[in-house]
């Protein structure tokens, strides 16, 4: 599986932006989408994803303002993020996963939110 994500940008505090990743491959709607993002000097950290459960998991921070969708028939997953404060500024990581078969990451994208 590859995994290209882009939407990134800068943006305003307040404004929105919405990524998109798409993958590579086949049988897409088995695998276990989610986001992470990591900031400068910090460690990579789940966004959003859907789970092993079929659930949607978000971390606190974002709960709210931050989307995650998936179109299977499309391979992408997506993630709209509005209301964006300059904490939400890192690099934005895709990740699919799939038991048995692997875990794959994206190249990121970058995120900036500064007036």
């Known amino acids: 599986v590859q995994l290209q994500a882009s939407g990134g940008g800068l943006v305003q505090p307040g404004g929105s932006l919405r990524l998109s990743c798409v993958a590579s491959?086949?049988?897409?709607?088995?695998?276990?989408m989610g986001w992470y993002r990591q900031a400068p000097g910090k460690q990579r950290e789940l966004v959003a994803e859907?789970?092993?459960?079929?659930?949607?998991a978000y971390v606190d921070s974002v709960k709210g303002r931050f989307t995650i969708s998936r179109d299977n028939a499309k391979n992408t997953v997506y993630l709209q993020m509005n209301s964006l404060k300059p904490d939400d500024t890192a690099v934005y990581y895709c990740?699919?996963?799939?038991?048995?078969?692997?875990?794959?990451w994206g190249q990121g994208t970058q995120v900036t939110v500064s007036s």
């Open positions: 491959g086949a049988f897409f709607s088995l695998y276990d």
């Open positions: 990740k699919a996963q799939r038991h048995r078969v692997g875990v794959y």
């Open positions: 859907f789970n092993s459960v079929n659930s949607i």
